[in-house]
């Protein structure tokens, strides 16, 4: 392994990967936020509750008769229903629909990520998984219980992503997302997920309550006005819930583009400031390579004709877009100067945006800056990612049938 594994920089300052000010503060804001719809949905919740009890116990009493207080502890009982049943269509937090690997398997992948994770100061993951995409991303099991206890962490390593980095460009993705490993504001992004869920299914989603709704409302004018009044209700916490969560999105994705400059930091401080930011130059024209594989590879099972490995397809389709673009910079970055490298950029303001499996992270001129804010020099290991897997050609064959059983999206 020390043989595959590319040297890092210098030892740097512990501060380099320290959560800077806005990190912390956005954190705070995040979590503030949080808390707040928290606070507002249990508040209505209970009420709700709270009042469907006090009638049912009390209906006796009520002087309109103990009918209207049964009524009351209904419509009461329903409106609790309809908010606690979110809660019960929590998803999990990654759609698993990869391969996943042992060390058994792919032990000097393991021995990479392994020992990557413990320079990085991260957990390891607790499972790996292969993906036909760009994309490199962590991701967790997630049920109501990992509200109070940690969930473990996954790792997704897309092969489309492995076919179009070298070996240096490789580690500083990886390091990246043992950065997020790492960030302890991942638990706030854990409940805000679990939040998200909760509010989308009462907010947009309609199920069987809704359609007891319409169709109370839809009967006798003397019971259809119970309908009535209980829809107004539902619509109105829709609102309310929807403006309050709205509040939360926006303080995420301000802490989002925090975490994702932090967890830049973690890259620089194990590959240097330039792997990275070339590995983002390179990711643009692979994800529209492997968008046009995959349309190609469609039409050929459409034909009768399975391609048998379509990261070669990838490459091809990358080759011929630099032709016909006559732009040799068009998959690779341009080379580095001899001099002056902090000064160096890969990226303008304008065209600098993140590949789609980064759409939601900060322009990449930004992270560019901020990875060469304070600059760390380190050789970019050229040899392919693609040597850290036992056999790459089984495994692209591999993944390749998977993808094509599934049909080519």
Request: hydrophobic share 45%; aromatic share 10%.
């Amino acid at each position: 392994m020390d043989n595959l594994y590319p040297p890092g920089p210098a030892p740097v300052a512990e501060d380099l990967t320290a959560p800077g000010p806005a990190y912390k503060r956005q954190a705070k804001v995040a979590l503030l936020s949080l808390l707040l719809f928290i606070a507002l949905y249990l508040s209505l919740t209970g009420w709700f509750a709270w009042t469907a009890y006090d009638y049912f116990v009390n209906a006796a009493a009520v002087e309109q008769g103990a009918w209207v207080g049964y009524g009351f502890a209904a419509a009461a009982a329903f409106l609790t229903i309809f908010l606690t049943k979110a809660l019960f269509f929590v998803n999990r937090g990654g759609e698993v629909n990869d391969i996943e690997v042992t060390a058994e398997e792919e032990p000097q992948l393991f021995e990479f990520l392994h020992r990557l994770a413990d320079e990085a100061g991260a957990p390891r993951p607790h499972r790996v998984f292969l993906s036909g995409r760009v994309n490199a991303a962590v991701f967790y099991d997630l049920t109501l219980l990992n509200l109070i206890f940690p969930s473990k962490k996954n790792l997704e390593i897309g092969l489309a992503l492995v076919n179009g980095l070298n070996l240096g460009e490789f580690k500083a993705v990886l390091a990246h997302e043992f950065g997020h490993f790492r960030q302890g504001s991942m638990a706030v992004g854990r409940w805000v997920y679990v939040a998200q869920q909760v509010a989308t299914h009462i907010i947009y989603q309609r199920d069987i309550l809704d359609r007891f709704l319409v169709g109370l409302s839809s009967i006798d004018i003397r019971i259809a006005w119970i309908g009535w009044l209980l829809r107004l209700i539902v619509w109105a916490l829709r609102a309310l819930l929807d403006s309050a969560f709205s509040l939360v999105v926006l303080a995420q994705r301000s802490l989002s583009r925090e975490m994702e400059f932090h967890a830049d930091m973690v890259s620089v401080s194990l590959t240097g400031s330039d792997a990275l930011v070339h590995a983002l130059h390179r990711l643009g024209a692979a994800d529209d390579a492997w968008d046009r594989a995959l349309g190609f590879a469609g039409q050929e099972l459409a034909a009768g004709r399975a391609v048998a490995d379509i990261f070669v397809i990838q490459k091809i389709v990358t080759q011929r877009m630099k032709d016909i673009l006559d732009d040799e910079n068009y998959d690779c970055p341009p080379p580095l100067p001899e001099g002056d490298r902090e000064a160096h950029r890969v990226f303008d303001a304008e065209d600098a945006q993140p590949p789609r499996m980064w759409s939601t992270h900060p322009p990449n001129h930004d992270r560019e800056n901020n990875a060469k804010k304070h600059y760390i020099q380190a050789d970019i290991d050229e040899r392919p990612a693609w040597d850290v897997f036992r056999n790459p050609q089984q495994l692209r064959e591999r993944m390749t049938e998977h993808l094509l059983s599934q049909g080519p999206d």
